[in-house]
């Protein structure tokens, strides 16, 4: 079993930044890849970003390239998500998601957290 707990959530100004944090323990952090996802009101969860162990490979969803940026720390056993030029359309709860495989679907996860709150002002 693996445990995630997000924090860094809350509500910013569009232009803002929000840096997220996933601390997660139980097995063993580094043989996992750590993704990113977020759900809006009324829509599918949806890839943000995704980072492998030991951090070699990355990618972004389009709509986020550019202004977030995923990270980890292995020593710390933490994944973040730097977000940047914050928009209204980020607005959304971010989940982090652990799973053996390299993916940007949200099925072949089998950690999340519970989430956190971005929400976004025009």
């Known amino acids: 079993q693996v445990q995630l707990v997000e924090s860094g959530g809350g509500l910013v100004q569009a232009g803002g930044s929000l840096r997220l944090s996933c601390a997660a323990s139980?097995?063993?952090?580094?043989?996992?890849?750590m993704g990113w996802f977020r759900q809006a009101p009324g829509k599918e969860r949806e890839f943000v970003a995704v980072?492998?162990?030991?951090?070699?490979?990355?990618t972004y969803t389009d709509s986020v390239k550019g202004r977030f940026t995923i990270s980890r720390d292995n020593t710390k056993n933490t994944v973040y998500l730097q977000m940047n030029s914050l928009k209204p359309e980020d607005t959304a709860v971010y989940y982090c998601?652990?799973?053996?495989?390299?993916?940007?679907?949200?099925?072949?996860?089998?950690?999340w957290g519970q989430g956190t709150q971005v929400t976004v002002s025009s």
């Open positions: 980072i492998s162990w030991p951090g070699r490979r990355i």
């Open positions: 998601a652990a799973d053996r495989s390299y993916s940007t679907a949200s099925q072949d996860y089998d950690y």
């Open positions: 139980g097995r063993t952090f580094s043989i996992y890849s």
